[in-house]
């Protein structure tokens, strides 16, 4: 393998890498900040990827989608003439609204109850999400899913380069995610959401409306899945149900956050880097040692090792540090004899 | 002050846990200014009326009033935004938080909680997080934790884990303050200085203390009038000196009779 072949695999690589980080930082809002348990991850990341597409795919070949009606048409319809690549943005930001609207909805109905049920709600959204893209094939070509997403810049950049645009837009779109969450989580809002991961009535005996604290960290960490769910659609540009399977699309989003550190973005960043690494490089091992379900068994593994050995994840939970004042170590030492 | 009318009032109030009655046709009344010790056995009903009146929990029947307006039925936080704070029997501190972080949540209306200042206005955001940390700051040095305030609460002993109960309370500027046990696993030199800084919020701030205490030096000394639960229900009120004095006290503490049919 030449070098110029191995940069473009590096490339790739990265885009992944990145576009799993923003559902980790998604995740680590909702569980390493406030202790919302989402199993469902899938959900939101088909919706994002899906809400994408529709908008900014061209009108389906009546050839090939008999059934497909609705599909993707918006931007190509002149209903809002901007030209593609301004849909791009506007399908980000459907995506985003379409996530928190689906996470409101079920936040209201299951956050005032016991935590289990926010779990099992999820995992059930992500499963009717799914069928639902499978089996209304007027919605989304059903299991042949959508495909001829439209790229980013696609006519001005050649296809051989479109990689090397993608990353930056990627890398530019992650660090922005990161700067809003980290501004949100270091502030007296994120304080609250860490509060109650720890104890919901001391928060509420604090003054706090619990309720309506885990209901705006569900919603925010949700937009933020959907913009991950829009980037994933104009990388890879093919969407089917298939994709969007508990084991990739939950799981391994999950491992990244615990492997990285719960409660610490950067942790969750460098999670989504280590854990693909892993699932990415593992493909190149001989023999049977390249089957996915070695490559996922080596997941596990590195799961298993750093509960063990760091339980935090690489990087544990940041603590905010003040310095103590001068005035308050003079009364300490006037109080203390030794 | 006596002919003030009652701040907190607890009328005719009964909680039932499934077949148990934890609280039984409960009436009392708190003047404004004063330290009220609520004492009795165990299994008096005293901290279910401490749920009760804070919100955490919702009457089977009958109402409570705070400043004339019933607050029965209202959520903790509500409760709280009217000016009650309670503190825990058993310290619910913020485990993984340092113990700053755990008093600078108290202060309410925080701007920065609202998310979008957080992005918007951070320079308020971050000029009220000075002003509440340093107010945060004098909290720990008046309940002798500030060497800690870095430290995670969860790391706490048990005696600290109490003065940070306390903490809260004064972190939040209320009218009236809910103490849950404070002096239990407390040294006594330290117990006289939680004393002093309760008397102090009382006379200084004008707050008014009801207080949850089995050591009665504590009660005797500093609460007045002591009201005195059993069996879920008020059975005595009055001075440190005329509870004392009092049979009906006296057999509910000492092993007296069973009430209803045995």
């Known amino acids: 393998m030449d070098i110029s072949g191995v940069i473009d695999y590096l490339i790739g690589f990265a885009i992944m890498a990145m576009i799993y980080a923003v559902f980790a930082l998604g995740l680590n809002v909702h569980w390493g900040f406030t202790g919302l348990f989402n199993i469902g991850i899938a959900g939101f990341f088909a919706l994002g990827a899906y809400t994408a597409a529709l908008l900014t795919s061209p009108p389906p070949d009546p050839d090939q989608f008999e059934d497909f009606i609705f599909g993707g048409n918006l931007a190509n319809q002149g209903l809002l003439d901007l030209g593609v690549d301004a849909w791009f943005f506007l399908g980000l930001a459907a995506a985003a609204l379409v996530c928190g609207l689906v996470a409101l909805i079920i936040g209201t109905i299951t956050l005032r109850l016991n935590d289990d049920y926010l779990s099992i709600a999820t995992l059930g959204i992500a499963e009717s999400v799914r069928f639902f893209f499978l089996n209304e094939k007027w919605a989304a070509n059903g299991s042949k899913g959508l495909y001829r997403i439209p790229k980013f810049l696609g006519d001005v950049v050649a296809p051989e380069n479109y990689d090397y645009l993608y990353v930056v837009v990627a890398l530019v779109i992650l660090l922005i995610l990161f700067a809003a969450v980290q501004r949100a989580v270091r502030s007296p809002w994120g304080r609250v ?56 699309a939950t799981f391994v989003i999950w491992a990244m956050l615990m492997v990285g550190g719960s409660g610490n973005n950067l942790g969750a960043v460098l999670g989504a880097f280590v854990v693909w690494g892993v699932w990415a490089g593992t493909q190149f091992l001989p023999g049977v040692f390249s089957d996915p379900s070695f490559r996922l068994l080596m997941i596990g593994v590195i799961i298993v090792a750093i509960m063990l050995l760091r339980p935090g994840g690489l990087l544990g939970e940041w603590r905010r540090i003040v310095a103590s004042r001068p005035a308050s170590a003079a009364v300490r030492d006037s109080t203390d004899p030794g | 002050m006596k002919n003030s009318p009652p701040i907190l009032q607890v009328r005719n109030v009964t909680k039932d846990f499934g077949g148990v009655r934890a609280v039984d046709r409960c009436t009392l009344s708190v003047t404004p200014g004063t330290i009220t010790g609520l004492i009795g056995p165990n299994g008096a009903g005293k901290t279910t009326l401490f749920n009760l009146v804070s919100g955490a929990l919702a009457p089977t029947s009958g109402r409570i009033l705070f400043e004339g307006q019933v607050i029965s039925g209202l959520r903790p936080h509500q409760t709280f935004a009217r000016g009650l704070i309670r503190t ?50 004098d909290v720990l040095e008046l309940v002798n934790l500030a060497h800690l305030a870095n430290e995670l609460a969860g790391n706490l002993s048990g005696g600290q884990k109490k003065l940070l109960e306390l903490a809260r309370t004064l972190m939040a500027d209320p009218k009236m303050v809910l103490l849950d046990e404070p002096g239990a696993g407390i040294n006594r030199t330290l117990l006289r200085d939680l004393s002093t800084n309760i008397v102090r919020a009382s006379v200084e701030r004008n707050v008014t203390f009801l207080i949850i205490e089995h050591d009665m030096r504590f009660v005797m000394t500093m609460c007045d009038p002591v009201i005195v639960m059993a069996n879920g229900s008020v059975i005595s009120e009055g001075t440190p000196s005329a509870i004392q004095r009092d049979p009906q006290v006296l057999e509910a503490y000492l092993g007296g009779r069973i009430s209803g049919p045995a």
């Open chain 2, 88 to 137: 825990f029997q058993i310290p619910r501190e913020l485990k993984r938080m340092t113990v700053l972080e755990n008093l600078m949540l108290v202060p309410a209306r925080q701007s920065g909680e609202r998310l979008w200042s957080t992005w918007l206005t951070p320079w308020n955001v971050a000029r009220e997080e000075r002003r509440i940390q340093a107010q945060a700051l």
């Open chain 1, 193 to 248: 959401l860490r509060a109650i991961r720890e104890d919901e009535v001391t928060t509420a005996a604090s003054g706090k409306n619990v309720f309506h604290f885990k209901l705006q960290s569900f919603v925010f960490g949700a937009m933020i899945m959907g913009i991950g769910g829009a980037l994933f659609a104009h990388h890879v540009r093919f969407l089917s149900p298939l994709t969007f399977d508990p084991l990739l």
